[in-house]
């Protein structure tokens, strides 16, 4: 009988076939003719993504179906799955191959989800007592595809990674189900009409988010005065600093009296020395890794890289994208060290290989489990290949070659200068950086962020200089927002941000919040939800996303750690050490307690109802009008917020007060109108352009019923 593969999608099947003779292509599969690896053809067929999900609580109890705190928890007496809306058809062509066929292949993406997707399919057929193999590949190269034919695997590491990937699943549908409307149902009590969906990773990103921004707020910038002065030797100047940074100017004024000081001062060198460096080339690329240089470099989303990294493998010029290791194995560096000279003429630059000899810095099997680094294919396209790439896809493809290719280049070498002049019995530090050799470096085109440190002039030791000295006026700086890269590293290594020692070791171990293959899709999610805006690459809470924050605060959904415990206990049953079983019956005591303590604890806590916009009712596509404050104008009628603008109630009788919904292309928030209606003024609002096109922050003042900029 021929044997039926499983692909997760139309484009990975069509990449296997490539592989092999094809007989004939259909609509929902591909026939493969005899061959030496399949004597009787092969049918190749595909999912779309989940071709099943989880059913609807409706779907359990009709008491589900209402939002209701009385309804509350939703915890089925088993979990029970149904063909994804829209993929009925292709789902019984794959029933029908399966059921028919006594080997079925997985050939799903290798990875967790993989796993899942398959077995979900498989299991809702209702087949059972096939052999079924695994495809486990990291390239969709025709040898690699062939290569993993010919070596397929049990399936026994394959139902562990379902057994997690399915437990996952349930879990943050468990979660998701019980606290959205949990927090939904409390909030509106308050006032709040909207919904908050809850995630079991994505809560706890957002409050991360919340935090710096919170400190951002909260920074209060202190004045600080150092001595910083300007020397000049025989052979040109160098600026030198005192270590001495102190509140008040009268200090550092009185250091300077101590010592004699005056702003004309000489001085002598006391110490020169030199010092040779070397920076070893960078390691190989991880998904975040590559995802937090193309954001900096090119200002990319997390989400828009892992797409082109996929369409790239698919393409097959790149390796698996979803890989969180940073090595590879010697069966890799084997082709690379082969294709070292073609790789350079890809790129245009051509270098002395410095070593082919494997280093453990990049090739360590121990350090490879499921997939290993991000590096080029064996393919090397043609220039026709490459000018058909966008410039995108091109900068992220020529990243992975230059990163692989600086595994074979020379260190980075430089001198490090540091100087030491002494004006009077007060030293002055100085450190400088001489460039020996660009080594790797030469590979990529240096930041604009990156920033030298100077070159000196040759200096003597006990060497007389002539000095200019000076008090400096500086202030503290408050923490930055995120952008989306840092982001994604923050999600990588919050660890950082837990006090517990024994949670943050769990960070460290599971490295941090979700998986490399999920982090940019839960950015994406909490902006879907609204919690978070990204504007020119800086990631900034939202009004509904504040409010979400206090409702959580002091909880364990607000805690990375909780994750973390949850996510090492999956990683357990992946490796056979624990069972999805005793896990959910965890989840669902976690629940219980949210739903004792969460209504005690919101009923304590202020929220602030008019942060966040009304909704549209999605009905009839109307605006439910909401009253925002009392009219500054009548005194008598409310200002309303409607779809476009803000209006006062007392229209009828001739009270004429409006504010526009949108004033210099940024939109007015209920909350900022109520400052105008009771305060007369507003915050600093960021975000207002010019006609010039140029974005300006300042406050609106409002004075005989209109609106006018303050700057401050």
């Not at 476009?644 to 526009?660: D, E, H, L, M, V």
């Amino acid at each position: 009988m021929k044997p039926v593969i499983v692909a997760e999608k139309p484009s990975q099947a069509k990449a296997y076939a490539e592989a092999f003779t094809v007989k004939s292509r259909h609509k929902t599969h591909i026939e493969l003719a005899n061959s030496q690896l399949f004597p009787h053809g092969a049918i190749i067929t595909w999912g779309v993504g989940h071709l099943v999900e989880l059913k609807e609580p409706k779907a359990y109890d009709a008491r589900w179906n209402r939002w209701t705190l009385g309804s509350l928890p939703i915890l089925p007496d088993r979990y029970e799955f149904q063909i994804a809306k829209g993929k009925y058809a292709q789902f019984q062509a794959v029933k029908k191959f399966i059921l028919s066929a006594s080997t079925v292949i997985n050939a799903c993406d290798t990875d967790r989800e993989g796993s899942n997707i398959f077995y979900s399919i498989y299991y809702q057929t209702g087949a059972h007592n096939q052999k079924i193999k695994r495809l486990w590949i990291n390239s969709l190269e025709v040898d690699e595809v062939r290569k993993g034919f010919a070596n397929l695997r049990d399936n026994r590491k394959d139902l562990m990674l379902y057994e997690e990937a399915k437990a996952r699943q349930i879990s943050d549908w468990l979660v998701g189900m019980n606290g959205s409307r949990l927090y939904t149902l409390l909030l509106k009590a308050k006032g709040v009409e909207e919904v908050f969906p809850i995630g079991r990773v994505q809560t706890p990103t957002v409050h991360l988010i919340y935090q710096r921004q919170r400190e951002i707020e909260t920074f209060v910038s202190e004045p600080f005065f150092e001595v910083e002065a300007t020397f000049t030797a025989e052979q040109g100047t160098y600026k030198g600093k005192a270590k001495a940074k102190e509140p008040k100017r009268e200090i550092i004024q009185e250091l300077l009296r101590s010592h004699g000081i005056r702003p004309d001062s000489p001085g002598v060198i006391s110490s020169v020395t030199h010092t040779d460096k070397r920076t070893p080339p960078p390691q190989l690329h991880a998904l975040s890794t590559l995802q937090a240089t193309a954001n900096r470099r090119w200002k990319t989303s997390p989400a828009d890289v892992l797409k082109i990294m996929q369409g790239l493998y698919e393409k097959k010029l790149v390796t698996y994208p979803r890989t969180d290791a940073r090595h590879i194995t010697p069966n890799e560096f084997a082709y690379l060290k082969d294709q070292v000279g073609d790789y350079q003429q890809l790129i245009g630059h051509s270098f002395p290989v410095a070593s082919l000899a494997p280093k453990k810095r990049y090739v360590d099997s121990s350090k490879v489990q499921e997939h290993y680094a991000i590096i080029p294919t064996k393919k090397i396209p043609t220039q026709a290949v490459l000018g058909r790439l966008s410039p995108l896809e091109r900068n992220l493809y020529e990243e992975v070659v230059r990163t692989t290719l600086a595994m074979f280049h020379s260190d980075y070498l430089y001198t490090e200068t540091k100087v030491t002049t002494d004006v009077n019995g007060l030293a002055f530090f100085t450190t400088g950086k001489t460039e020996r050799d660009l080594g790797w470096k030469a590979l990529f085109q240096r930041s604009k962020d990156e920033k030298d440190e100077p070159s000196l002039p040759p200096l003597r030791n006990q060497e007389s200089v002539q000095s200019a000295i000076d008090i400096k006026e500086g202030k503290t700086m408050p923490p930055k927002p995120y952008t989306e890269g840092q982001l994604i590293a923050m999600m990588k290594t919050c660890g950082k941000l837990v006090d517990d020692k024994d949670e943050t070791d769990i960070l460290k171990e599971i490295e941090g919040l979700g998986t490399e293959a999920t982090r940019s899709g839960i950015i994406e999610t909490i902006k879907k939800h609204g919690y978070i805006t990204v504007a020119k690459n800086i990631v900034s809470i939202t009004a509904k996303g504040r409010v979400l924050c206090q409702a959580i605060e002091g909880n364990l959904l607000a805690s990375p750690s909780m994750t973390a415990k949850w996510e090492a206990y999956l990683r357990k049953i992946g490796n056979g050490e624990g069972t999805g079983q005793h896990f959910l019956e965890n989840i669902e005591k976690f629940l219980v307690k949210l739903l004792e303590e969460v209504p005690r604890q919101l009923e304590a806590t202020p929220i602030d109802a008019s942060l966040v916009p009304p909704r549209q009712s999605k009905s009839r596509g109307s605006y439910q009008a909401a009253q925002v404050a009392p009219c500054p104008h009548c005194k008598t009628g409310m200002i309303i917020a409607h779809k476009s603008f803000y209006g006062c109630s007392n229209y009828k009788n001739g009270c004429k007060q409006t504010f526009p919904g949108i004033f210099l292309k940024k939109k007015l928030t209920p909350a900022q109108v109520k400052l105008l209606c009771t305060k007369g003024k507003t915050n600093v609002i960021k975000g207002f352009t010019a006609n010039n096109g140029n974005q300006f922050s300042a406050s609106l003042e409002l004075e005989n019923g209109k609106l006018n900029l303050v700057f401050t």
